[in-house]
């Protein structure tokens, strides 16, 4: 299988604790995003990657929060301390530049903090 | 800022065609998209649409464009028990750019 995929699918953590996330996109894509997904609302853009510059990051990524895609490849999504707040669906999802632009998602990385 | 607008609920007969419909604010959309996204399930394209275009078909789906509204539509044809899904609407002014998704319309198929 040649799709996005992300790990872990689940993560229950304490809150105050940090908690990571990988994504590995469609290999040959060169721009990665990530969203948040909380139940009953549509995702939320977070940021997005070009290769390993990260290009933009949205309002909603408080400095808690850090993605980075250091090869161009993989990326990861870290979030220190958090809070409850934090809960969600972490989706990420990559994409050409070029083209019709749709993004091919991942199926989610469910965090939970209690 | 961009802000997309839908529905929460449709309801629909088995056999019967459903049309979600979805609000756009952003003038500079340029690519307006359709995910469905099924229970514990990541997103899926369905189809998207080009902002010079005022109609496309795909098979059973009818993507109807009003750039002057702003207004994107998606109609389903013979809708199927299997279409029951959460269906959402997204733009974005750049191809490979971000997209900026509406919150979702619930589509539930009675059979």
């Known amino acids: 299988d040649t799709g996005v995929s992300q790990d872990p699918r689940h993560k229950i953590t304490k809150r105050g604790q940090n908690v990571t996330f990988r994504c590995d996109p469609i290999?040959?894509?060169?721009?990665l995003y990530w969203y948040r997904q909380t139940l009953g609302q549509g995702p939320e853009f977070l940021t997005y990657?070009?290769?390993?510059?990260?290009?933009?990051k949205s309002r909603l990524l408080s400095d808690r929060f850090s993605a980075e895609r250091p090869k161009g490849s993989f990326s990861t999504l870290e979030i220190q301390r958090t809070e409850q707040g934090d809960s969600a669906m972490y989706l990420c999802?990559?994409?050409?530049?070029?083209?019709?632009?749709?993004?091919?998602f991942g199926e989610g990385s469910r965090l939970t903090v209690l | 800022g961009e802000d997309v607008e839908q529905s929460l609920f449709l309801s629909v007969r088995e056999g019967d065609s459903s049309v979600i419909n979805c609000t756009y604010t952003?003038?500079?959309?340029?690519?307006l998209y359709w995910y469905k996204q099924e229970p514990g399930a990541g997103l899926q394209l369905l189809t998207y649409?080009?902002?010079?275009?005022d109609m496309k078909q795909d098979q059973r789906l009818t993507v109807l464009l009003n750039k002057k509204d702003k207004h994107l539509s998606l109609r389903i044809a013979d809708t199927q028990t299997g279409d029951s899904a959460i269906y959402f609407c997204?733009?974005?002014?750049?191809?490979?750019?971000?997209?900026?998704f509406g919150g979702g319309t619930r589509v539930l198929v009675k059979p």
């Open positions: 290999s040959e894509h060169n721009r």
């Open positions: 990657f070009q290769n390993e510059a990260q290009l933009e």
């Open positions: 952003d003038s500079s959309s340029t690519y």
């Open positions: 997204a733009e974005s002014s750049t191809a490979g750019n971000k997209l900026t």
């Open positions: 999802a990559s994409s050409l530049s070029q083209g019709s632009g749709e993004l091919f």
């Open positions: 649409i080009f902002s010079n275009m």
